[in-house]
């Protein structure tokens, strides 16, 4: 943890934060004393080349692997293995890599499944308002299977999907993956609408032009540890960065 | 079932194109080769029953019979056909002890149904005695196949496909021999009410049909439709669906897997308890080997329908029911077989092994379609 990061909004309580976390698969050490604090109201990024470490980071932290060492705190409470469902729970959602949506049902199904744990059936359904306003697309094609809709409007949908559990903290896993340079731009367009809505998100990017332009602090993993954080505009400016992350040999 | 049979490392593109060229002509050939000697062998036989003397032919009246019977007894494998598929559906596994969940609602039932026969009860009150009899043969299936997933199955969830497999096995066989200990190995005679007597029928839209087969389908369908309806409309349902589509995904929604996977047995056990007294009303009799040739036949009925699929089991057990009861008549009494009707299972094979060689993804399966 840097200075700087160490006194960003000092003494108050992140939404999410990860504590001196490793984990292994096996015998793989995959990740080793990773340290992040995510505010509330904050847009953070962890930036990383492939298989350094991204997606073990949101798996640790909603339980579909246990840390070997460390602790996830949500909201100062230790949540560190505890089974996913209850992580959704408490108000941690994903929007997973490659959108994984539910293919073979509409996408109204999808939606309600987001919702799946809500008890407060008004605010729901103001909810899913919210997300068919910010993205009418969406509501165009309600009774169509999830499966048969292009990239980007499944992208919307996992988006959506992952609203309408009114998430505290929102976690997304490449969301540029796999999408055509126009989409991309229109993806990162939706993250900061989705911002605006006052949403606290960690996004986990390769693109890191691309997230650093939208989020207010960054931390960089290399095969499994964090060499270097701050903010998104210190790490746009950083030499090192700008060497190593953003085309710049 | 196509992903099971990858035994071989995936060959290099290049040597994959070739093989492709020379195996593709082939099986295509063998597949070909096949379909014409199957089409000629039941145009033949059916030819030859057809035209067989005035005296040795069945009267339209004995065809129509058979229909009917093959459509109730398709209503029985229909039941357990969607036990099958639906724990395909959640955990891509055949769940070898299904014929065996079956077996004990049967078992179970013949209890009660004994017991209320002796009694008078079964005779006085058959609507009464029935409505017992059935929850309890529901009761008793739904909690045997809860048990095998928690006991047998949960604790593989992560091992290989074949380490479940051979549990099934296990599992089958340890309930039969239980079966067998608890209950004896003699086949006993599972009592019918009187007003369901295998002379009664009912006539229904001009078509006469012995009463334990009107109940045999209207039971069979009423849980389809209830099934169906279970699964797309209800929140467990689309629980369920969104288990069989992608597990991890399910639980990052709140779902608990562990539940529904459970919840999924055990609709597939009360289907076939409902079964189980389909059967002994129907065949008046119980044992301990009861489960084995229904539940491989319902099991070839899901493939045949396309495992996974809902429609594609109640459609399987339907066509394999009518294949049974109309296939023999029609194909071997021209060659003068002394008894055609015990050659039932051997169509039951020839059906498995001929779906998996033309179709595996059964009728209504290319693999993704309605995929419970
Ligand atoms: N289930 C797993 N079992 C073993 N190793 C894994 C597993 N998942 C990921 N890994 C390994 O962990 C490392 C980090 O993977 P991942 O977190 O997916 O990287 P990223 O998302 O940054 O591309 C990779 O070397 C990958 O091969
Ligand atoms: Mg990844």
């Known amino acids: 943890m840097t200075a700087e990061d160490q006194a960003h909004r000092d003494g108050e309580q992140p939404v999410l934060e990860l504590r001196h976390v490793s984990t292994h698969y096996g015998l793989v050490s995959v990740l080793r004393d990773v340290n992040v604090r995510i505010l509330r109201g904050e847009m953070v990024c962890l930036l990383g080349g492939n298989a350094s470490g991204k997606t ?173 954080s701050g903010d998104a505009q210190e790490l746009l400016n950083d030499p090192l960065m700008r060497q190593a992350y953003l085309g710049e040999l | 079932m196509a992903e099971g049979t990858d035994l071989q490392p995936a060959p290099s593109p290049a040597t994959a194109r070739l093989g492709r060229l020379q195996r593709l002509p082939l099986r295509r050939l063998i597949q070909i080769v096949l379909a014409i000697l199957i089409i000629g062998f039941v145009v033949l036989g059916t030819y030859k029953t057809l035209n067989l003397p005035p005296d040795e032919r069945y009267d339209p009246s004995t065809w129509k019979a058979f229909v009917i019977s093959g459509v109730a007894q398709g209503g029985i494998y229909a039941l357990i056909a969607l036990g099958y598929t639906l724990v395909y559906g959640v955990l891509r596994m055949i769940n070898f002890a299904h014929g065996e969940v079956f077996m004990m609602g049967c078992f179970a039932s013949f209890f009660f149904a004994d017991a209320y026969a002796s009694s008078g009860l079964l005779n006085r009150h058959p609507f009464y005695a029935l409505a017992i009899i059935f929850a309890i043969a529901m009761l008793t299936s739904c909690l045997i196949a809860m048990l095998l997933e928690r006991v047998a199955y949960r604790p593989l969830r992560n091992s290989p496909r074949l380490v479940p497999l051979i549990t099934a096995i296990g599992a089958s066989l340890f309930l039969q021999n239980t079966a067998f200990g608890l209950f004896g190995p003699q086949t006993q005679a599972y009592p019918v009410p009187d007003v369901l007597g295998g002379d009664r029928t009912w006539t229904i839209l001009g078509i006469t049909m012995q009463r334990i087969q009107v109940v045999v389908i209207v039971t069979a369908v009423v849980a389809v439709i209830g099934l169906t309806l279970f699964i797309s409309r209800t929140r467990t349902g689309r629980s369920i669906r969104a288990v069989a589509e992608d597990r991890e995904i399910a639980s990052l929604m709140g779902i608990d897997v562990d539940r529904t996977i459970m919840i999924t047995f055990a609709l597939g056990g009360l289907l076939a308890g409902v079964a189980g007294v389909q059967f002994g009303l129907t065949f008046g009799q119980v044992s301990p080997y009861i489960g084995f040739t229904p539940g491989i036949a319902a099991f070839t009925a899901s493939v045949l329908g396309g495992i996974g699929s809902i429609g594609g089991a109640a459609l399987g057990g339907l066509l394999l029911g009518l294949l049974q009861a109309v296939g023999p008549p029609l194909l071997f009494t021209g060659f003068n077989i002394p008894a055609p009707f015990q050659l039932q299972d051997v169509i039951t094979f020839s059906v498995l092994v001929l779906v998996l060689i033309f179709r595996p993804g059964g009728i209504l399966g290319s693999g993704e379609a309605e995929k419970v």
């Open chain 1, 56 to 228: 073990t980071t949101l798996k640790t932290i909603l339980g579909y692997v246990k840390p070997s060492d460390g602790d996830v705190l949500l909201d100062g409470e230790i949540v560190t293995g505890l089974p996913t469902m209850q992580l959704v729970a408490r108000g941690v959602s994903m929007v997973p890599e490659n959108r994984r949506l539910f293919s073979n049902m509409t996408v109204a199904e999808n939606l309600e499944l987001g919702g799946y744990l809500r008890k407060d059936k008004d605010k729901l359904a103001a909810d899913r308002e919210q997300v068919l306003q910010t993205f009418p697309r969406v509501r165009e094609r309600l009774k169509q299977k999830a499966g048969t809709l292009s990239g980007g409007e499944q992208q919307m949908v996992a988006m959506g999907r992952a609203l309408m559990a009114d998430p505290k903290v929102l976690l997304m896993d490449e969301p540029s993956m796999g999408l055509a340079p126009v989409l991309v731009e229109q993806v990162f367009e939706i993250i900061r609408q989705i911002r605006a809505l006052g949403k606290t998100i960690f996004v986990v990017e390769q693109n890191a032009n691309m997230a650093l332009s939208i989020a207010d602090r960054g931390y960089v993993l290399q095969t499994g540890e964090i060499v270097l």
